[in-house]
Nanobody, 125 residues
Framework: QVQLVESGGGLVQAGGSLRLSCAASGRTFNTWVMGWFRQAPGKEREFVGG????????YYASSVKGRFSVSRDNAKNTVYLQMNSLKPEDTAVYYCAADLGGGGISSLRGRYDYWGQGTQVTVSS
């Protein structure tokens, strides 16, 4: 059974930074592609960024590229989302997700098999 637990959300002023963490259960974490998504009120859940199994490759949505960074520590079964230069439009519930399928990084929600419960990020102007 895979469980994902996000932490690190909160309230931050525009221009500030936050780092989200996602702790995963499971003995094969280093075989999973990991993704971060977000969902703002009234909007669909959207891809933010993802990282491959080794951590050597990442992929980002254009809206966050250059500001956000995904990393992972396979020894700790944890994936991170470093968010810098935050904007009010980054306000959303952020979710981590695990893709156990064995392919590359995907931006498609349907590719991910397990999801965390989400953590709220609010950016004030």
């Amino acid at each position: 059974q895979v469980q994902l637990v996000e932490s690190g959300g909160g309230l931050v002023q525009a221009g500030g930074s936050l780092r989200l963490s996602c702790a995963a259960s499971g003995r094969t974490f280093n075989t999973w592609v990991m993704g971060w998504f977000r969902q703002a009120p009234g909007k669909e859940r959207e891809f933010v960024g993802g990282i491959n199994r080794s951590g050597g490759s990442t992929y980002y949505a254009s809206s966050v590229k250059g500001r956000f960074s995904v990393s992972r520590d396979n020894a700790k079964n944890t994936v991170y989302l470093q968010m810098n230069s935050l904007k009010p439009e980054d306000t959303a519930v952020y979710y981590c997700a695990a893709d156990l399928g064995g392919g590359g990084i995907s931006s498609l929600r349907g590719r991910y098999d397990y999801w965390g419960q989400g953590t709220q990020v609010t950016v004030s102007s």
